[in-house]
């Protein structure tokens, strides 16, 4: 398989494994309450922090959960003005950091840095994904053919899907020299072959097809060919007579195009009145009646995404609009429409929506409207590094709950709930834990880490167990303000009966035939910490 090299790739190849996990820090909870300081147990996200920062932070919950992961980065045009941070230490990226990236001509490097950029993101969010999940990366021709082949890496060219063509526009835009841009491409990949697209509602125009104009009993139906397209010579068993029952006439099939069924099978649409000859009955080929209650109550998604049908972009304006009539930051946001469009062909009722570049929260607006519409649990995700999380990310998502607008124009609320978080400390600082971050987050990590599962509501008879995992229990012996011992007299404390033991402590006392006898398994605090 082709792979791309560019400036700085073999130091951001891994360069997610490096990146510090931090916690999480909740600031409020949002739902029909109002805002409010106590936790209201929301699953929904949104976090200020720099995404590569907080997606390694999601691990610990969310490794392999995320179902549908949209994501719309910076396309590089050399306008976006965006800067790139990442703290690789290498000479050679280290003088890109903090520098604004610009045009092609004022930064000849600007294709390298965005590829650094997105590399370690991409092989996070690839973590996050779950094995039955896709990925949908919205970007223009600047990094389209890039993109592609870093994705290939990171996802396998097995799991590319399909490239979307989005007409974002309804009319070429008015200063064109050479070529009006009417569309955007859309990349999308699964995580693993067990992913399965889901089909789309039929259209108006596709329901009205389906007509009964001899009153089946069965319903609406549509007429469609009796023939395939094989010759009788290669198809003998396909050419026979058929009889018009209304005129009596022996039909047989154009030499071209043998009948699209065997005698038996034509005998049996005939017991069951399939076969229809027209309004008078007196067609000279037959049709084969096709009944809407017993097809695929669905359609197939093709890559051309009309914005007839999911938006384009003066609609996203005009709807971002409406929800912040005192303006927004703002120039190209994504309608709503065309985030739930995928959101329909990937997900389930009760699945987790991902979107780490979240900038005015389109995604979180979509999955709110799926759930209203559909009486879905669908959870969302946004991360969103820029000073206007909060004051429009957050914003958005808590008047798409409430409603917005008024008159004839007053759009009603979906309902729900979401908790706002900003990315915190690091929990290890070095090689040492960093207490600030308070145990309880350090229990959280260590748990997932070992057993891939979320920490369970603690034992108050038993404060430093963890779990039990696969018939493991696991124990994490540790005091802020002094070292832990696993010996003897710890022993004697545990509760929990079980076939194994995982017990975490700073010293262990336990000779190794005692650790083998109690089948005890001893990690030690922090060098046995597992790191994401």
């Known amino acids: 398989m082709p792979t791309l090299e560019w400036i700085g790739k073999d130091k951001v190849i891994n360069h997610h494994l490096d990146v510090p996990y931090r916690v999480l820090e909740r600031k409020y909870s949002y739902d029909e309450a109002g805002q409010h300081d106590e936790d209201n147990g929301s699953e929904n996200m949104i976090i200020h922090g720099d995404n590569l920062d907080t997606l390694k932070s999601l691990l610990p919950r969310y490794e392999g959960r995320v179902k549908c992961i949209y994501i719309d980065p910076p396309y590089n045009t050399g306008?976006?003005?965006?800067?790139?941070?990442?703290?690789?230490?290498?000479?050679?990226?280290?003088?890109?950091?903090?520098?604004?990236?610009?045009?092609?001509?004022?930064?000849?490097?600007?294709?390298?840095?965005?590829?650094?950029?997105?590399?370690?993101?991409?092989?996070?969010?690839?973590?996050?994904?779950?094995?039955?999940?896709?990925?949908?990366?919205?970007?223009?021709?600047?990094?389209?053919?890039?993109?592609?082949?870093?994705?290939?890496?990171?996802?396998?060219?097995?799991?590319y899907i399909c490239t979307f063509v989005w007409q974002k526009r309804y009319s070429p835009p008015p200063d064109t020299k050479e070529v009006g841009y009417m569309h955007e491409t859309i990349l999308m990949y699964r995580k693993t072959s067990r992913f399965q697209m889901k089909l789309l509602p039929f259209t108006e125009d596709q329901l009205s097809r389906y007509q009964n104009p001899d009153n089946d009993p069965r319903g609406p139906w549509k007429a469609t060919d009796y023939t395939c397209r094989f010759t009788i010579t290669q198809r003998p068993n396909l050419n026979f007579p058929i009889t018009n029952p209304n005129t009596g006439e022996e039909i047989w099939p154009n030499a071209n195009r043998a009948w699209a069924m065997s005698r038996e099978t034509h005998e049996k649409n005939v017991l069951e009145n399939r076969i229809y000859w027209g309004v008078d009955g007196k067609n000279h080929v037959p049709a084969l009646k096709n009944f809407l209650c017993e097809i695929k109550q669905g359609r197939m998604p093709n890559t051309l995404l009309l914005y007839t049908e999911v938006g384009h972009n003066q609609e996203a304006k005009q709807q971002l609009k409406a929800i912040f009539p005192e303006g927004s930051l703002f120039d190209t946001p994504k309608p709503s429409r065309l985030i739930e469009h995928f959101i329909k062909i990937t997900t389930d009722k009760e699945d987790i929506v991902l979107d780490s570049f979240a900038g005015s929260g389109t995604t979180a607006h979509a999955v709110l409207n799926m759930n209203k519409a559909d009486g879905g649990h669908r959870r969302f995700i946004l991360v969103e590094m820029m000073d206007y999380?909060?004051?429009?990310?957050?914003?958005?998502?808590?008047?798409?709950?409430?409603?917005?607008?008024?008159?004839?124009?007053?759009?009603?609320?979906?309902?729900?709930?979401?908790?706002?978080?900003?990315?915190?400390?690091?929990?290890?600082?070095?090689?040492?834990?960093?207490?600030?971050?308070?145990?309880?987050?350090?229990?959280?990590?260590?748990?997932?880490?070992?057993?891939?599962?979320?920490?369970?509501?603690?034992?108050?008879?038993?404060?430093?167990?963890?779990?039990?995992?696969?018939?493991?229990?696991?124990?994490?012996?540790?005091?802020?303000?002094?070292?832990?011992?696993?010996?003897?007299?710890?022993?004697?404390?545990?509760?929990?009966?079980?076939?194994?033991?995982?017990?975490?402590?700073?010293?262990?006392?336990?000779?190794?035939?005692?650790?083998?006898?109690?089948?005890?398994t001893f990690k030690k605090i922090p060098r046995d910490i597992t790191k994401l």
Not at 127 to 154: P, Q, W
Not at 393 to 419: H, N, P
């Open 79 to 159: 306008n976006e003005k965006w800067v790139y941070n990442d703290n690789v230490n290498d000479p050679r990226i280290l003088k890109w950091l903090g520098q604004v990236v610009g045009a092609e001509g004022e930064d000849l490097s600007r294709h390298d840095k965005w590829l650094c950029m997105m590399y370690p993101r991409l092989k996070l969010l690839h973590r996050l994904l779950s094995d039955d999940g896709a990925i949908f990366i919205s970007i223009d021709d600047n990094e389209l053919f890039y993109l592609k082949t870093i994705c290939d890496e990171v996802f396998s060219s097995s799991n």
């Open 389 to 520: 999380a909060d004051s429009i990310t957050a914003e958005r998502v808590k008047r798409v709950i409430d409603g917005y607008g008024s008159g004839r124009q007053a759009v009603e609320g979906t309902g729900g709930s979401f908790s706002y978080y900003e990315l915190g400390e690091p929990l290890m600082i070095g090689d040492v834990l960093n207490e600030s971050v308070g145990v309880e987050k350090i229990r959280e990590y260590v748990y997932f880490t070992d057993t891939k599962s979320r920490l369970p509501e603690a034992h108050v008879d038993e404060p430093y167990y963890l779990g039990l995992h696969v018939n493991n229990a696991y124990y994490f012996y540790y005091e802020r303000e002094a070292v832990t011992t696993l010996n003897r007299e710890f022993l004697h404390t545990i509760k929990t009966k079980t076939d194994a033991y995982v017990i975490y402590a700073d010293l262990c006392t336990l000779s190794e035939e005692e650790l083998e006898r109690y089948h005890i």
